[in-house]
T-cell receptor
């Protein structure tokens, strides 16, 4: 089944404790990106990658890191999480710059 | 700055037609797309307009006017399952995808 998977789906952590949210897609898509969703603010792009080893900042990259060592994986790293990073996170992929992005199920992160 | 404006909430009756508008201001423009998101779910792609005019996909249609920086999503024969949030999105000149803050559609019986 064609899909984007994210892990974990739910995470509660404490300020400053490094964490990684994994994202994997099995559709051989070149374009992958991370979004955060907060009430009233819609989806805001954190980082995106147009291909392996090519990443770029979205609108809200501060406090986040990403890497794209393989085409299928695009992990999101929070080196020192803070409470303002409490949010719902979505990973998405698409074949090139096609607008039909496929979203993962989301990761709900709470930082206390 | 870059922005997309859409109404925060729309209410309509089952079987009716509803239009959700989106106006945008972005640096560069590579088409307008629409996504649907049910509560607790992930966004799913609905439609894309790269050129001016109307695109139809079943009960859903989407329109774009690049000269007016405006588009809309039209939902016909509304069903209860159409109750969801709807987001417009624009890709700018640096390939970032910018979303509107979403329109919550409530369909009443």
């Amino acid at each position: 089944e064609a899909q984007v998977t994210q892990n974990p789906r739910y995470l509660i952590t404490v300020t400053g404790k490094k964490l990684t949210v994994t994202c994997s897609q099995n559709m051989n898509h070149e374009y992958m990106s991370w979004y955060r969703q907060d009430p009233g603010l819609g989806l805001r792009q954190i980082y995106y990658s147009m291909n392996v080893e090519v990443t770029d900042k979205g609108d809200v990259p501060e406090g986040y890191k990403v890497s794209r060592k393989e085409k299928r994986n695009f992990p999101l790293i929070l080196e020192s999480p803070s409470p303002n990073q409490t949010s719902l996170y979505f990973c998405a992929s698409s074949p090139g710059l096609s607008y039909e992005q496929y979203f993962g199920p989301g990761t709900r992160l709470t930082v206390t | 700055g870059q922005s997309l404006e859409q109404p925060s909430e729309v209410t309509a009756v089952e079987g009716a037609i509803v239009q959700i508008n989106c106006t945008y201001q972005t640096s560069g423009f590579y088409g307008l797309s629409w996504y649907q998101q049910h509560d607790g779910g992930a966004p799913t792609f609905l439609s894309y307009n790269g050129l001016d005019g109307l695109e139809e996909t079943g009960r859903f249609s989407s329109f774009l006017s690049r000269s007016d920086s405006y588009g809309y999503l039209l939902l016909q024969e509304l069903q209860m399952k159409d109750s969801a949030s709807y987001f417009c999105a624009v890709r700018d000149s640096s390939y970032k995808l910018i979303f509107g803050s979403g329109t919550r559609l409530l369909v009443r019986p």
